[in-house]
């Protein structure tokens, strides 16, 4: 199933590139300096979680360090359809808000596919994936400081309790001020961590790899599957995000270009070395989250547990802001009945808690169709659209 959804993004992904004249892959960072960045902080919210890091983790282990050049490129070859998702959720936008639900119904005048993709948003990204990040956040909270499930959830119930509480520009404006001190501590440290052990990078374990079997077998696949979830690709937050830029139509997009590049080449280039200077002499455990607090502990010392954990949480409250955001606001457009938001605040907080109690491998099994469903849907109303517009 994935293959074949693999192979139809990478030739729709080449086909619009074609169509853009390649312009999807040029941004200009002195021009964006100037302007309002709440989509690009919202964007970088979205996408920048746990799995950020424990995701590029696994994909090395499982197909060899070639996968950082496979994430990286085809990530970059995703543009395209991060360019068109960006440009449809600010062009078909209502009151700053915007997504897969706004495209489809205004840009193809389908409501009831709108609506069946707007459930399946808040499905997947409110409720899934937050599950993904307090599972990764309780076993990181367990395993290295010891601390009891029953105290992990009475500290993100009143998390959640003050999250439910914000209202959506509250949520924007602390992601405007949270996400990018978030971004450089974590670039910094990594960067410190890197030069302070340089001589411990062993390249020949990375161009071994890049040149064998594996790599194409296994590297390619797994690089390309890992920069489809890294850059949520047709998941809905693309446009999503673009919706809420208050620049001009194509700030709107370079911005969702701009944060592919630092998620996909800055972060995955950061992980990818911190891995190459623990392998050389340490045993590899199976486990990612057991990998990556190996790595920091192994590079910083104690405090390298701690900045790990630091990192984790402020990845996690960004992703938990954004996806009660992106919930709130689709739900909010279609009715402003109380009951109905306040049943979405309750599954949001179930859906949170389960992740802590639940192993993650029975939340991965639904995800993985939903978001299959999700793909298909949102890669439809994208060729509709780019098959029926000028630009």
Known sequence: ???????????????LSFKLKFKNYKINIKELIKKDKTSLFLTLGTKIGVGSIIGTASS?????????????????????????EGYYGNKYK???IGGP????????NKKLLAIISLVLLIVV?????????FDTISYMLTYSFRIPKYLIIIVSLIILI?????????????????????????VVVCLFMIFKNIEKINFNIFFKDLLSFKSLMSGLVIGVKRSMFMNEILIGTTSTSA??????????????ILSTYFISIIITLLIGFLLLIYVNGNVIPDDYNLLMSNVF???????????????????????ILSGYYIGLSNIGYLTNKNVFINIFKLIFIISCIIGIILNNNYIWKYLDMLTFIMIIINSYSIIYLVMHDDR
């Open 297 to 319: 502990n192994d590079l910083l010392g104690f405090l390298g547990t701690y900045f790990l954990l630091i990192i984790y949480l402020l990845f996690g409250i960004t992703t």
């Open 125 to 133: 990204y409110s409720f899934f994936f937050q599950m993904i990040q």
């Open 94 to 96: 209502k009151n700053n």
């Open 101 to 108: 639900y706004y495209i489809i119904k205004y840009g193809l």
């Open 243 to 256: 919706s809420s830029d208050k620049n001009d139509i194509n700030t709107s997009i370079r911005y969702q």
């Open 162 to 186: 003050i999250t439910l509480n914000l209202k959506i520009n509250d949520i924007l404006s602390i992601l405007n001020k949270l996400v990018p001190y978030m971004c450089i501590l974590f």
């Open 60 to 84: 090395i282990l499982i197909g060899g360090f070639s996968s950082i050049i496979w994430i990286i490129v085809f990530s970059i070859l995703f543009t395209s359809l991060i360019y068109y």
């Open 1 to 15: 199933m994935w293959t074949i959804l693999i192979i139809y993004l990478l030739v729709l992904s080449f086909f």
